[in-house]
């Protein structure tokens, strides 16, 4: 397995998987927080934190939809290769294609179903009044690192001979 680290990756697109790792990082400090502080708690002071439950879920699915477009960006996602390796040359090159267009499809899908959740939707979480655009705004970000990733991966497989 190859993986696109940021420290052979130069340039903005290794500034981007830096800033990313970072993020995620935080991310997953501040879940481990509201739930650490949460369990704390509802155990030892016999209350339970309602901010505490509602931010770690904010935070949790911007932790796995920027870690998805992270992942996208370091090819670290799971793929199952048998069929595609025992396939010749020639169709390999078509599933590497179709794939991408897949991937393609499904972004595009996202961003305009992003478009159309967002007009004139004006609803924000009950205890912290986070607005819940900011919320689903995680679905374009991943959906935006993804597509640059299958941009990167698309130019890799026209420019090499063999996928």
Do not use: Q
């Not at 696109?4 to 879940?31: E, N």
């Not at 650490?36 to 939809?65: H, M």
């Not at 991937?103 to 009950?126: Q, R």
């Amino acid at each position: 397995m190859t993986t696109l680290s940021s420290t052979s990756t130069p340039g903005l697109l290794g500034w981007l998987i830096t800033t990313l790792r970072i993020a995620v990082g935080l991310l997953v400090l501040g879940v481990v927080f509201c739930v650490t502080a949460n369990v704390f708690g509802r155990f030892v002071l016999n209350t339970s934190y309602a901010w505490a439950e509602e931010l770690s879920r904010v935070l949790f699915i911007w932790l796995v939809l920027l870690g998805a477009g992270l992942g996208s960006l370091e090819k670290e996602h799971v793929a199952v290769t048998y069929f595609k390796d025992l396939a010749p040359a020639g169709l390999r090159r078509v599933l590497g294609l179709t794939a991408v267009a897949v991937i393609y499809l499904v972004c595009i899908c996202i961003l305009l179903g992003f478009k159309e959740l967002i007009s004139g939707y004006t609803s924000a979480t009950p205890m912290l009044g986070i607005p819940k655009t900011w919320l689903y705004s995680a679905m374009p970000v991943m959906a935006g690192l993804t597509l640059i990733a299958n941009t990167l991966a698309l130019v890799a497989l026209l420019r090499r001979s063999e996928p």
